[in-house]
């Protein structure tokens, strides 16, 4: 259950946000996150990092529900709207949170421009967890998670959300 100090964001909702583009930048995203992205940046003080593509063509086929408080924002994605996280549909997630936070281990890898991640291999059995990917960047801790993501796929991710499309690194 959320607290009420945390408001939820869906794709598919309008809402109007001011002063949101301080935060958020002049980035294009992909399509999932291009009808939440300034509303998000506007729910909460942390710097909002999204991808201007995923991987493979992903972007066409994923829908984004998000949620944010003051200090943290995380976008769920998934392969159909209203996945809330089912196993079934889920494709991963995105987020930041402040103040950065200790990393829980995973293998050190250089992301881009100098800026360090850790990087931890999904655990399958029955069925696949998320590999995830966590850097420091703006005075937050950001997370890039995919089911039985691979690596490769989790820098791409990473890139896009760090680096404009002229390739200088996104401004805190």
């Not at 958020?24 to 291009?34: D, N, Q």
């Not at 996945?83 to 987020?95: D, P």
């Not at 293998?107 to 995830?132: N, P, R």
């Amino acid at each position: 259950m959320q607290s009420a100090r945390f408001c939820s964001i869906s794709a598919r909702v309008v809402l109007a946000t001011i002063g949101a583009t301080a935060l958020l930048g002049a980035i294009s995203v992909a399509p999932p996150f291009s009808s939440i992205a300034h509303r998000l940046a506007g729910a909460t003080t942390v710097r909002v990092l999204l991808p201007r593509s995923l991987p493979a063509g992903d972007a066409e086929r994923i829908f984004a529900e998000a949620t944010a408080g003051r200090d943290r924002y995380e976008v769920a994605l998934a392969y159909a709207p209203d996945c809330h996280g089912a196993t079934v549909c889920t494709y991963g997630s995105l987020g930041g949170r402040k103040p950065p936070v200790a990393h829980a281990g995973g293998t050190k890898t250089l992301v881009t421009h100098g800026i360090a991640g850790y990087v931890t291999d999904a655990a399958c059995g029955a069925s696949c967890g998320d590999a995830t990917l966590t850097f420091d960047r703006c005075s937050a801790t950001y997370t890039v998670a995919l089911k039985a993501g691979r690596r490769e796929d989790l820098l791409a991710i990473a890139r896009q959300m760090l680096v404009r499309a002229n390739g200088s690194l996104e401004r805190c």
